[in-house]
C-alpha cells in the first residue's frame, strides 16, 4: 500500500515516500544526530502539525519528530507492516477484578489508528484495547462492542434509543459497570439523554470521550479510558456520569453529573464542564474522591427502569437583537411538538415574539423558556415581560442546562401523556437536572485576579 | 396617591397602608426595639423579597426592614412625599473635571425608582443623576440625555444605529467620555455593534448596566456607574468598553473590551466575562489598572469614522441533535442575507444540513461557523466534516463569540458590497474581536480543586 489516505503531506511526505515506507513499517530515524526506532503511524486528524512523521516505540507511546526544510535526516526500513492478528480472542479473565462493559459509538476516543493498515478504524474491539491500552488488563476484565461509528455531531436522538437499550442489555447480563466510548461534541445531549432514559439504575454508567485523537502525543484517550474503566468498576454509585480531564494536565480526570455538565471549551482537554454544580468525583490514578453526593449508591439487586424512548420534533431557538417570530412561526407549521427558547437574562424573549408564543402554544406544542448565559437560573417573576411570557404557558426551567431542557423535554413529549403533565414535570427535578437552591461557589470569573 | 403600583402587598402593603402612608413620605419605623427613619421607596422588581419594607435613609442609602407576622412593628409618618423640583437646571460644572455625556436607553439601570411619583422610571436626567448618585459630581461633569427607555431583551440593530449617532453627537460636541446606561440582557450585543460602528475613536465610550435595580440593598447601579464616569472622563484609551462589577462584592469593575464580553450568568453581579481574553482594565475607586493593551489610546484630535448601519436579516441558529435541515431552508426562503450557525466543538453540524448549507450559499447567503462551547477557537481543518463544510463556502468565526459573529454578520452585509468580500471580512480581526493565537490562561474551570 502507498501512503494515500496516510495523513503525511508536503515535506514529511516527500521524506517517506523516497525512503519507500509504508504505515505500520517498523523504521529507524536518525534526526540531527538522535536515533528513534517505531512503527510509522499516520495521522488521524487533518492539518494537525504537517511536519511531524509520528512512531510508535516499543514502550508503547507515539513519539512525534519535527522536521524542517534544514533537518538532517536519514529514514530506513527496518521491517514490514504485520498482517493484523486473528482477533476475536477472549482477553484473559482475572479473578476479582470488576466486570466493565465498554460499547463504542464512534468519535475521536473510538478513532484509534490501526497501524497495520493504516486506516483511521473508527471501532474499539475489545482486543484493539488490550492492544493499545494494555493498562486496563489491571483494572477490570473488559467486554467491548461496537454499537455505532458516528462523528458525535451526527448523533440523533434514535441513536440515544439505541445507546440505552445496549447498556440495558449490559446490565441485564451482570455487568458491573458499563462505559460508552462517545464523541465530545454532543456528549452532553447524550449524557443527559442516558440519565433520562436509565433510571434506577444498579451500577454507574460512564460517558467517555477524548479531545485529542490517539495518534497525537497530547492525546487524552489513553487516561480517560483507564481511569474511567477503575472508577465504574469500583466506585459506589450509579447514576450516569461523563468522565473528562479535570485539567490541561495528565493529573485528574472528573465525574460530572451526566445532565448538568457541557462541553465549554473547543479544544481544552479540561473542555468539560459542571455548571451550576460541582462534579461528583475526582479521580486520579490511586484514589476516587467524592465531591458531591451521588444520586443513587451502586446495588445490584435493583432493576433498572428502561424509559429508552425520545420525541425528534423539539427545537433550541436562541434568541438575539431583531430576532423574527417567522422562525417561531415555521416551527409552529412544522408540526414541532417542543421549543426550547434559548432566551437572555433571567429568561426574557423580545416582545415581539408574544404572539407567536401564544399561538405556539395553542396548537399544544410545549415551549419552554432556557438562558443562553448559561450559569445561573432562569427567574421569570422578576421583570414584567417574564410574567407576560408565563401568563402566555411558557414554561421556565429553573437551573437547568439548554441541552439537558432539550433532552428533557423530548424524553417527557414520548413518555407521557397530556401537555400540562409534561409542563408540570419539566421544571422539577427528575435525575439531578434541577436543583431548587443554587450554591454561589459554583461559577467562576474569566480572568485571574491582579 | 394610594399604594397601587407600589410594589408592596400581603403584610407589608396592610401596615403600610393602616399607618396612611404613601411613597415618598418620611416616615420613622420602630421595629423590634430599633427605630428607623427615611422615605418610604417603591419596590421596582416584581416578587423581590415581599416582605421588606424599603427607606432611603439620610445617608442616601437604602435599607430594607423584614417584617414577618411575628414583628412589633410600628409605622410614623413624619412628612408628605415633596412635589418634584423644576428640574432642567444646570448642574454646577467644576473647572478641570472631565465632561462626560450619558445616554439611557432603558434598563434596570436606568429604571430608577422615583420616590415622589412612586413611579418606576425608566429614564435618567442629569439632575436625576445627581439626586440619586451625588458622588458623580467629584468625578465629573455630566450631562445626561434620554434616547429610549426600553428593556434590553428589546433592543433591535435599528437601535444599535440610534445609539452609535448619537455617541458621535457629544463626540463631535468635544465630550471627554460617553456612558450608555443600557440593560444587560443584550448589553454584550450592543457593545459589539458599538465597537463596529464607531471606528478610529478619539475618546473612550463605556456601555454599563445593572444586575439589581436601585431600590433592592444589593444594587450593583451607582458603583458601577460611579466607577464607569471616573473611568470614562480619565483612562488614557479610546475603544468601546463594558464596565461591570469584577466580583460578587462591591470591590471593583472590569472594564472589558466590547467585542469580547458577554453575559455568563444570569443574576451575579460578576456576571459578565471577558471570553478568550483578559478584561483591559481593572479599575477601583482609588485605581485603574491596565490588564491588556487598549487598541487605540485617548486623542482628541483623531476623527470619529461613523459606520452605524446594519442588516436585519441575519439570524443566529444553533444545531442540536436532530437538528432539522427545514430550519436552515426556512431562512433562505425568508431572503435572510446571512447566518451565524452556532455549531459543535470545533465547528461542526450534522453531516444531513450540507445540502441546505449548499443551497444557502448559492442564493447568496454567508453562512458562517461559530462554537456552542463558548470558549475556545473554531478549527474546520482537523476533521474531515469541517474541511466539507468550507468546501460549501462556510466562514469559520476563529475564537470570535457567536454573539459578536452575529453583530458583525450584520454590519458588514450592510457596510460592504459583494459576497466574497464580506466573507474574507468576517474572518479578520477590525476591532479586536478575532485574536490569531490565544492565550491559554483566560479560560477557567468550574469547580473549586480539592
Same mark, same amino acid.
Given at each position: ?22 504505515? !505500520?513499517? &517498523? =523504521?529507524?530515524? #536518525?534526526? +540531527? ?10 495521522? $488521524? @486528524? ?59 459509538? !464512534?468519535? &475521536? =476516543?473510538?478513532? #484509534?489508528? +490501526? ?10 474491539? $475489545? @482486543? ?59 456528549? !452532553?445531549? &447524550? ?260
Amino acid at each position: 500500500m502507498s501512503l494515500d489516505g496516510s495523513g503525511y503531506s508536503g515535506l514529511v511526505l516527500e521524506k517517506l515516500s523516497a525512503a519507500g515506507v509504508k504505515i !505500520g513499517d &517498523t =523504521i529507524t530515524i #536518525k534526526h +540531527d544526530d538522535k536515533e528513534y526506532s517505531g512503527i510509522l503511524m499516520p495521522r $488521524a @486528524q487533518i492539518g494537525s502539525d504537517p511536519d511531524h512523521i509520528v512512531v510508535k516505540l516499543a514502550t508503547g507511546y507515539n513519539f512525534g519528530i519535527r522536521l524542517t526544510s534544514q533537518s538532517k535526516v536519514q529514514l530506513t526500513k527496518r521491517g514490514t507492516a504485520s498482517k493484523r492478528p486473528a482477533s476475536k480472542e477472549i482477553p484473559e479473565q482475572t479473578k476479582g477484578h470488576p466486570a466493565v462493559s465498554i460499547l463504542s459509538t !464512534g468519535g &475521536t =476516543i473510538a478513532s #484509534k489508528v +490501526d497501524y497495520r493498515t493504516g486506516a483511521v478504524n473508527p471501532a474499539l474491539t $475489545a @482486543q484493539d484495547l488490550y492492544d493499545t491500552v494494555p493498562e486496563l488488563k489491571d483494572h477490570a476484565n473488559v467486554t467491548a462492542k461496537v454499537l455505532m461509528s458516528v462523528f458525535s455531531e451526527d448523533i440523533r436522538p434514535s441513536d440515544w434509543t439505541k445507546i440505552a437499550r445496549a447498556v440495558a442489555t449490559e446490565i441485564k447480563q451482570g455487568t458491573d459497570g458499563v462505559i460508552i466510548a462517545h464523541g465530545t461534541d454532543t456528549l !452532553g445531549f &447524550t449524557s443527559a439523554a442516558l440519565s433520562f432514559a436509565l433510571q434506577h439504575l444498579p451500577v454507574p454508567v460512564v460517558l467517555v470521550g477524548s479531545q485529542r485523537s490517539s495518534d497525537r502525543p497530547s492525546s487524552d484517550a489513553a487516561m480517560n479510558l483507564i481511569l474511567a474503566t477503575d472508577f465504574v468498576g469500583h466506585v459506589d454509585a450509579a447514576e450516569v456520569m461523563l468522565v473528562m480531564h479535570g485539567e490541561t494536565d495528565d493529573s485528574f480526570v472528573y465525574a460530572h453529573r451526566g445532565t448538568r455538565v457541557r462541553k465549554s471549551h473547543t479544544s481544552r482537554r479540561d473542555a468539560f464542564q459542571s455548571i451550576n454544580t460541582y462534579p461528583i468525583f475526582k479521580i486520579d490514578s490511586s484514589s476516587i474522591t467524592e465531591m458531591n453526593p451521588p444520586l443513587l449508591r451502586r446495588d445490584p439487586n435493583r432493576t433498572l427502569r428502561l424509559k429508552p424512548k425520545f420525541e425528534e420534533k423539539v427545537a433550541i431557538v436562541k434568541t438575539y437583537p431583531g430576532f423574527g417570530h417567522d422562525i417561531l412561526d415555521h416551527l409552529v407549521d412544522h408540526q414541532y411538538r417542543g421549543i426550547v427558547i434559548e432566551g437572555t437574562g433571567l429568561g426574557h424573549a423580545p416582545k415581539s415574539l408574544q404572539a407567536s408564543v401564544a399561538h405556539a402554544v395553542d396548537a399544544g406544542i410545549v415551549v419552554a423558556m432556557t438562558s443562553q448565559c448559561i450559569s445561573g437560573r432562569v427567574d421569570m417573576d422578576v421583570y414584567r415581560t417574564g410574567v407576560e411570557l408565563q401568563e402566555l404557558g411558557i414554561v421556565a426551567c429553573e437551573d437547568m442546562l439548554t441541552e439537558t431542557a432539550f433532552v428533557k423535554l423530548s424524553w417527557l413529549l414520548a413518555n407521557m401523556k397530556g401537555t400540562d403533565k409534561v409542563k408540570t414535570a419539566l421544571s422539577r427535578p427528575y435525575v439531578g437536572e434541577i436543583e431548587m437552591r443554587s450554591e454561589m461557589a459554583e461559577y467562576s470569573t474569566t480572568a485571574e485576579e491582579i
